[in-house]
């Protein structure tokens, strides 16, 4: 497998006159989906970007761009100098020490909120305990001054507010207006109308200086519960990347014969600055340093990692391993295939990375909304305000008993000064940035431990919209290792062994699983081959071949009928089974019938995705008898089987599907799948396929399991149900909180938010997104 790698500048040849590249940026700074949105605009505003892909729980932004025309380091300044600290991604994916420098800045950052949270709570307890004359219970002297208030609401905001509010006014200034504005704004406006009223009691207005402190108090805590569930979603992805090793014991080239070396013969190197074609050994219990393949030794190794299988694999010479597997029981010297980026664990990494920069395009419409969501809240909250002084209290002059005393100067003013900030305070687009990201940072890292790669929200939505599964035979449902089962001679010039020998030399050229079916039956049965030049390959229908000077056809009926060769009566009929034809000088001559197997788990995956409303179809290039045998045994009707499909018309044949308006997931494994795996509307396939295979596919199975198909349609559907849900809650919330904080109840129910009820119920809006997203969890547990 040819492993793609993802790089800080990552360059794709798209046409010989147009290249792009890639550039992963670390971003920090970032507050809530008006934030995403301010990135991603001030990235794509740059000369030679063609887009950007930022992601809030992740922190990371991906930026497409024209070949060297964008300088890394450049974007990231630019950036920075706009408020968001960013840097380009050092390497080619996050390092482990990488990886352990994020974690540690997120325990800090979550001891210092928690730091700031108990902070808050002691001055809103204080705050609290001076209002208890309220509810009947006796004056505290100090407690219930006034002047005591103001100053724990003065050290509230200099202390553990202070950077929410110079984070906010900074957003503003710089035309990126975000979370902390707003609540920066509400904040300081009810700083400053509690302390006029305080330095002008004339006016009758009453002090709500517990009102900044409770707000900053229900903030800070949502957003270290945010974090800490941001930093639960994000796990998985910090679990793999741990799993890269980091040390590797390299060794001389070993002898043919020699069979062990010397541990003192060992050098330690960082496990990144081996080679391919490099030896290694690597002892019990340590970690595998590259992909490679055994030369001596055996072992059992946990490739629970790579799989999510648990039961250790036995392994011997000739055998291949991957980096990060754990090698369990014996000592194994090992020659490096595939080193650093390029090791399968690398992509894994690299896959779910992307996974998370990957909107779904449910999400789009979220982001265009947060992009304009500040500006839009400050100005409801400005009509708010003027509505409420100019217009609401003199029609419902009553409200104003819920809101200030009436026997207050201004008492209007005051009413809708509380409206306003209730206003800012509780539309926080927060919810609406956290939606998708948190599902995807969850779901996808569900599906890195079970071995199913999911390369992105985009594939989410498009699982969640199939009714059709399309199956690959070869190697997908059947096992990929034929067998022959018959060799019938319809010549009296061929015996069954010479008939053997005969198709086992014109097929030595041939990779197909079927050609290597024959050479191996002739291989048991112990015949040479026989001389040949001139070989003809035609993908998917047979090969020919100058065979002791005589021009030998094997292949399927149809392509030996097209050279013309005719097929008498008594041709044997091999109902079931594949039959491979053979014909010398344009006489057939017999044929050998080959069987492949079903997995054992084939007919129960086909019905599960039955049961969860899914139709399935074989696809296949074998004969149809061939196929209708196969369907049988998986209880499927003949209309569901598509046979005798050449390879360079699977993608027709999944065109047509779709032109009937079916929504299309091709599962294969193939060099041959890859073509159609690219049409479907998702491609399913597998690793223990080819390269382009997996590289064209949308969703990887790591494990040569069918199960693991209905495992990520479930999962998928599952993530995606939950963006929705998110997505439904941001929306919602918002919907319904914001005109309530306006006051729409206030007139005929008399209900009013006060500006730290706002904030609670914001607080909670965030933390109930990314804590429906973690519920994935425990559906897959």
Not at 72 to 87: M, N, R
Request: hydrophobic share 45%; proline share 4%; glycine share 8%.
């Amino acid at each position: 497998m040819q492993l793609a790698s993802k790089t800080d500048v990552q360059v794709e040849s798209t046409s010989p006159q147009q290249s792009k590249e890639t550039i992963i940026l670390d971003v920090g700074g970032m507050k809530c989906a008006g934030c995403v949105s301010a990135v991603e605009r001030q990235l794509t505003q740059q000369t030679g970007v063609i887009s950007a892909r930022v992601n809030l729980a992740t922190e990371v932004a991906t930026v497409e761009c024209e070949a060297n025309t964008v300088e890394a380091e450049e974007l990231a300044q630019k950036l920075t100098d706009t408020g968001f600290p960013s840097q380009p991604r050092s390497g080619s994916r996050q390092t482990a020490e990488a990886s352990e420098n994020l974690a540690q800045r997120h325990r800090q950052e979550i001891r210092q909120q928690i730091g700031r949270v108990i902070t808050c709570g002691l001055l809103i307890l204080l705050s609290g305990i001076g209002h208890l004359h309220h509810f009947g219970i006796g004056h505290l002297p100090i407690l219930n001054n006034m002047w005591f208030h103001w100053g724990l609401a003065t050290i509230a905001l200099l202390f553990p507010g202070r950077a929410i509010i110079i984070d906010g006014i900074r957003s503003l200034l710089r035309n990126a207006p975000n979370m902390n504005t707003l609540v920066g704004l509400g904040t300081i406006t009810a700083y400053t109308t509690s302390f006029v009223a305080l330095l002008f009691p004339q006016l009758g207005w009453e002090c709500f200086f517990d009102e900044p402190v409770m707000l900053l108090g229900f903030i800070l805590l949502g957003k270290t519960l945010e974090q800490q569930a941001r930093h639960r979603a994000t796990n998985a992805l910090q679990s793999l990347i741990a799993l890269q090793p980091t040390m590797a014991r390299l060794v001389p080239q070993p002898q043919a014969d020699q069979e062990n070396q010397k541990i003192e013969q060992a050098v330690e190197i960082p496990a990144e600055q081996v080679r391919v074609g490099e030896w290694l050994k690597v002892l019990p219990g340590e970690k595998i340093p590259v992909d490679g393949e055994i030369f001596s030794g055996k072992t059992t190794v946990n490739e629970s990692m790579l799989t999510g299988e648990s039961m250790p694999v036995v392994k011997e010479s000739g055998e291949k391993v991957a980096a990060g597997t754990i090698n369990q029981s014996g000592v194994i010297i090992i020659q490096a295939t595939r080193t650093a980026e390029n090791t399968t664990l690398a992509h894994i990494v690299s896959l779910v990375e992307n996974a998370q920069t990957r909107k779904a395009p449910i999400q789009n419409l979220a982001d265009q909304v947060a992009g304009y969501f500040t500006y839009g809240v400050i100005s409801l909250a400005t009509f708010t305000f003027l509505f409420w002084y100019g217009i609401g209290t003199k029609i419902w002059p009553d409200v104003i008993d819920f809101g200030a005393s009436e026997m207050a100067t201004h008492a209007s003013l005051l009413l809708s000064m509380k409206l306003a900030i209730a206003v800012l305070v509780i539309a926080c687009p927060c919810a609406l940035g956290l939606a998708t990201p948190t599902a995807i940072l969850v779901g996808s890292g569900i599906g890195a431990e079970r071995g199913l790669l999911i390369k992105g929200g985009d594939i989410l939505e498009r699982v969640h919209q199939l009714d059709t599964v399309v199956f690959d035979k070869t190697g997908t449902l059947t096992t990929g290792h034929p067998t022959v089962t018959d060799c019938l001679s319809i010549s009296d010039h061929y015996n069954s062994e010479n008939l053997l020998q005969l198709v086992a030399t014109v097929e030595q050229g041939s990779d197909h699983p079927i050609a290597k079916a024959i050479i191996n039956q002739a291989q048991k049965q112990e015949l040479s081959l026989l001389s040949a030049d001139d070989f003809q390959t035609e993908a998917g229908l047979g090969v020919s071949a100058n065979v002791n000077g005589k021009r030998v056809w094997v292949g399927n009926q149809n392509w030996l009928i097209q050279q013309g060769i005719e097929f008498p009566e008594n041709t044997p009929d091999v109902a079931g089974k594949t039959a491979v034809y053979v014909a010398l000088e344009k006489q057939l001559v017999g044929l050998i019938a080959v069987s492949d197997p079903l997995k054992k788990d084939a007919k129960s995956t086909v019905k599960q995705l039955q049961k969860i409303g899914l139709k399935v179809i074989i696809l296949t290039g074998d004969r149809a008898d061939v196929a209708k045998s196969i369907a049988e045994q998986l209880d499927l009707s003949p209309e569901n089987v598509l046979a005798e499909v050449r390879p360079d018309g699977k993608v027709k044949a999944i065109t047509d599907l779709q032109q009937q308006g079916q929504q299309v997931a091709m599962v294969g494994d193939g060099i041959n799948d890859a073509p159609a795996l690219a049409q479907a509307n998702v491609g399913i396939g597998l690793h223990t396929g080819t390269d382009v295979a997996m590289e064209t596919a949308d969703i990887v199975l790591m494990r040569d399991s069918l199960m693991d198909v209905v495992e990520s349609i479930s999962l998928s559907r599952s993530t995606f149900n939950k963006i929705r849900q998110n997505l439904f809650w941001a929306f919602g919330y918002n919907t319904l909180g914001i005109p309530v904080a306006a006051g729409l109840l206030l007139p005929g129910f008399g209900i009013i938010l006060s500006p730290a009820t706002a904030a609670a119920f914001m607080a909670f809006s965030s933390v109930s997104v990314v804590t429906n997203s973690l519920l994935l969890r425990r559906k897959f547990s």
